[in-house]
């Protein structure tokens, strides 16, 4: 399993043999219950068990902003930081012709007609700084631009890190993604 060690898969799989047989069973059914329930929200592509997820169920959200994400793994770590309020789209990865993952592989289409049809007025960009990322956010941007404004996340360092460490490309986007102290 990806994030998952060699000596961690030992411990897992060795805590797993140890449990009583109605404890596994009871874990084996759960996963296959959410491996069967769990889908993609109609309308964002996010993990739900329902047609749309509570994010975009939600009438609290501000629905003149979306927040392009490359997974939901993405989507989830945004909502942890509890401060953007926005609703979401969700692409299922990133362009990379490398891996043969063109724009017809992702959910762009759906994108596109969904700030074409809605009164957005914002989308943000919170793809990951890497080739893949910044080929997706340039894509994005001119297809999205007629529609809305588009805007991208600032990247720089993280907080704790020395500069002396820091790569090239990080120090450049940290100071172009300065602000003013207020």
């Known amino acids: 399993m990806p994030g998952i060690g060699p000596r961690t898969a030992q411990r897992l799989a060795l805590h797993i043999l140890r449990q009583p047989e109605e404890k596994i069973r009871v874990f084996s059914s759960a996963l296959l219950t959410a491996k069967t329930k769990v889908g993609q929200c109609k309308k964002c592509f996010h993990l739900t068990a329902e047609q749309e997820c509570e994010i975009c169920l939600n009438s609290k959200r501000n629905p003149s902003q979306i927040c392009v994400v490359a997974d ?106 300065r602000r003013e102290i207020e």
């Open 72 to 177: 939901s793994r993405d989507l989830i770590a945004l909502e942890r930081t509890r401060e953007y309020k926005g609703l979401y789209h969700v692409l299922g990865g990133l362009i990379s012709p490398m891996d043969g993952i063109g724009p017809e592989l992702l959910t762009i289409s759906s994108l596109v007609k969904r700030v074409s049809n809605e009164n957005n007025l914002e989308v943000i960009l919170a793809l990951t700084p890497s080739v893949e990322g910044d080929t997706t956010s340039l894509y994005l941007a001119r297809l999205l631009k007629p529609f809305v404004k588009v805007t991208r996340i600032a990247y720089g360092l993280p907080v704790g890190s020395e500069l002396e460490y820091a790569d090239e490309v990080t120090l450049t986007r940290a100071i172009e993604g």
